[in-house]
């Protein structure tokens, strides 16, 4: 039969206070940081996108037009 994985001492709730203490901490740098965390945001986005319309112009609009329908 499958074995219990339990410690009978251990408090499960001192852990849990811990990790809401270093979340409400991370989440208060944030908020310190919310118009410079907006500013690197956008710039990142920016540069995916012309990272994205370079590629494709790259890799699809020189392929070359099909010779069956030129007369």
Do not use: C, F
């Not at 901490?25 to 908020?31: H, P, T, Y």
């Not at 690197?40 to 037009?65: A, C």
Request: overall charge negative; cysteine-free.
């Amino acid at each position: 039969m499958a074995e219990m994985n339990r410690t009978p001492g251990k408090n499960v709730e001192v852990g849990l206070d811990q990790k809401l203490e270093q979340l409400d901490e991370d989440l208060s740098i944030m908020d310190r940081h919310a118009t410079e965390m907006a500013r690197v945001e956008n710039d990142i986005q920016e540069s995916m996108r012309r990272w994205d319309r370079e590629y494709k112009d790259e890799r699809l609009h020189s392929v070359p037009r099909p010779r069956k329908h030129l007369r």
